[in-house]
C-alpha cells in the first residue's frame, strides 16, 4: 500500500502563507489566520486528520479524538494509546469542564518501590522499562470525552489514525532523528524486535508502517474504551508485563476511570484563566505566577529585560518550592489550592522579593538537585466554527516512555511513575523534588506539570494554549501568557519568543540558546543570578488566540519542532 504524504496541505493553501511569511502591513508576524475554526498540533498529518474532521461538521471535541489517535501513530514518541494527559474545555455555550485521564499507580505499586535495600533510589528504575508504566489513561479519557461532547460516531474518529498505521506515512527529519536517539534504550526495555528497531536506523521520508497498532486501534474503533482496557488489548498488556515483570494487571486496567474535575479559574489584568487542576500542579503554579505578576508593570519593564525576568525567576522559585511541598493527587492528599492561589498568600508570600538582588533558592527551602533533562509531550489546541475550544496535553513522559512496546499491540507504555516523588527530596528526571504529598501509593495519581490552559476576555474566548516540556511546562505557559496580555505579541510571536526557565532547584535561570543579549545575561548575574545555557529548546507551544472580529490565530511552534497550524 501506498504511504501517506498530505504535508499542511488544506490549511495553508487555502490561507496561502507560511507563518513565517504572514508579516502583515503592520509589520507583525503572525500564524495562520482563519476565519472560523483551527487545529494546532506537533504533526502535520495529525493537524490534517483535525481540520478533515472539523469539515466534515464534527466540533472540536470529536476533532480532539481523532487528533489523539493520529499522534499515536505519527508521533509515538509521545502521541499515545500507553500514556495518558489532561484536557480543558470551553464550551461555544461558555460552560468549562476539564478532565483528567492521568496515568495511576498499579495496585501492587509502593512507597519505596524504587528504593535499594539501603533506602537509596535505584537510578533508572522509574524510567526504563515495565516497571515504569503508570496504568494508562488516554483511551478512556477520548471515550469519556467523546460520550460528554462528541457529536460525529466513535468509530470515525479513530478510523483516519487506522488509515495512517496500516497505510504508513513519511517519517520527517525530525521524527527520524527522534526514534535513532532512542533505539539503545528500546531494544534494551523491549523483549522482542517490533519494527521500530530497524537496522542502520530511520532517515526522513522512511515509509513507517503499524500493523500491530493498526489492529489494536480497530478494536478501540469497533469497542470503544473496552477494546482497550478489556479483552485482547488487555490481555496483550498483561502478558507483556508479566514478561517484564511489571505491575499492571488485568485488574488495575478494568478498574482504570478518567474524571472530570472542576477546572482551576483565576484572573489575570483583566482576563479570565481556565486551567487544570491537581493532580495537575500546572494550573495552581500558572495562576501563582501570574498573581505575582499582576504586582509589577510587567509591561514598561519590558520583554525578556534583566529585570523582568529577575522578577519572573524570583516568582518561579517560590512558587517550585510550594509545588513540592503541597500538590499532589487530590484524590489521596489535601491540596490547599484555594490558599495557593489566593491574593493575600501570594502578597505575602512575594513580599520578600527584592528588585536589587536575587533571593538564594537555599534560603527559600532546603534540598539540592541535578540538573534538569528534555524529554518529549505533546500539547494539541482546537477551536471549531461554533467557537467550542480544547486544550488538550498528553505524555508518555519521556520519550517514547518506558521504551517498552507492548508485543502483539504495536504501543509504547509510559514511564509517567517518574512523575511520583521516589524518595523525599530526591529528583526525577526533570530535577523536580517532591514530599509526602506525591509519595507513590496504590492507584495514586503522579503529579504533573502539564498545564493545557482556555483564557477568556470580557466573557468570550480568547486563547487556548498548552506545551510540553516536563517542569518548563508551567514556566512556558506563564511567558507565552504575559507576551500576548503585557508585551502585546501576536499568538505567533509569542510562540516564537526566546524562553527561559527556573524552578527553585537547581538555584539557577534556565535559557534556550541565544535567548539573551549579553547586556541582560550581565544584568541577571549582577543581581547575583547564576545563568545556564541550554543547548535545547524549552517546549513546543501549539497555541490558538482568537481576535475580538472574530478570526483566530493558530500558532505552532514551528521554530521548535514539526508543529502545524491548520484553518480555514
Ligand atoms: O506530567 C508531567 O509533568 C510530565 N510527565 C510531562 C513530561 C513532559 O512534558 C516531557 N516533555 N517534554
Known sequence: MKPILKLITLGLFLLGCTPEESTSADDRIRGVMADSAMVVTTHPLASQVGLDILAKGGNSFDAAVAVHFALAVVFPEAGNVGGGGFAVI?????????????????????????????????????????????????????????QKYGSLPWESLVEPS???????????????????????????????????????????????????????????????????????????????????????????????????????????????????PPPSSGGV?????????????????????????????????????????????????????????????????????????????????????????????????????????????????????????????GFFLNNEMDDFSAKPGVPNMFGLIGNEANAIAPEKRMLSSMTPTIIEKDQKLFMVNGTPGGSTIITTLFQTTMNVIDHEMTMQEAVNAKRIHSQWLPDSIYIEPDALPDSVVLGLEALGHGISSRQRNMGKVNAILAYPEGQLEGAADYTRGDGTALGY
Not at 524504587?114 to 526504563?128: A, E, F, K, P
Not at 508502517?209 to 474504551?225: D, N, P, W
Open 90 to 146: 470551553r464550551t461555544e455555550k461558555g460552560e468549562l469542564a476539564s478532565l483528567d485521564f492521568r496515568e495511576k499507580a498499579p495496585l501492587s505499586a509502593g512507597r519505596d518501590m524504587y528504593l535499594d535495600s539501603s533506602g537509596d533510589v535505584i537510578s533508572g528504575m522509574s524510567r526504563l522499562g515495565h516497571l515504569a508504566s503508570g496504568v494508562p489513561g488516554s483511551v478512556a479519557g477520548m471515550w469519556e470525552l467523546h
Open 285 to 409: 503554579a500558572l495562576l501563582q505566577l501570574l498573581k505575582g505578576a499582576e504586582q509589577f508593570d510587567i509591561k514598561s519593564l519590558g520583554h525578556n529585560t534583566s529585570k523582568t525576568l529577575h522578577i519572573l525567576t524570583e516568582l518561579e522559585r517560590r512558587v517550585y518550592a510550594d509545588r513540592a511541598t503541597y500538590l499532589g493527587d487530590p484524590d489521596f492528599v489535601d491540596v490547599p489550592v484555594a490558599m495557593l492561589v489566593s491574593e493575600a498568600y501570594n502578597r505575602n508570600r512575594n513580599a520578600s522579593i527584592d528588585l536589587s538582588q536575587k533571593t538564594a533558592s537555599q534560603d527559600i527551602k532546603e534540598g539540592s538537585v541535578d540538573v534538569i533533562e528534555s524529554t518529549q509531550t505533546t500539547h494539541y489546541s482546537i477551536v471549531d466554527s461554533k467557537g467550542n475550544a480544547i486544550a488538550v496535553t498528553t505524555t508518555l513522559n519521556g520519550y517514547f516512555g518506558c521504551k517498552v512496546m507492548v508485543e502483539g499491540a
Open 162 to 276: 487506522i488509515k495512517l498505521a496500516e497505510e504508513g506515512f513519511l517519517i520527517t527529519d525530525l521524527g527520524a532523528n527522534n526514534i535513532n536517539g532512542a533505539l539503545d534504550f528500546i531494544a534494551q526495555a523491549t523483549q522482542y524486535s517490533p519494527w521500530i528497531l530497524k537496522e542502520g536506523g530511520w532517515s526522513e521520508g522512511d515509509s513507517v508502517i503499524q500493523e500491530e497498532l493498526a489492529s489494536t486501534l480497530k478494536k478501540i474503533g469497533s469497542k470503544g474504551r473496552d477494546g482497550f482496557y478489556l479483552g485482547e488489548t488487555a490481555d496483550l498488556i498483561v502478558a507483556e508485563m508479566t514478561r517484564g515483570k511489571g505491575l499492571i494487571t488485568a485488574t488495575d486496567l478494568e478498574k482504570y476511570e478518567a474524571i472530570w474535575r472542576d477546572p482551576i479559574i483565576g484572573e489575570y489584568r483583566g482576563h479570565k484563566i481556565i486551567s487544570m
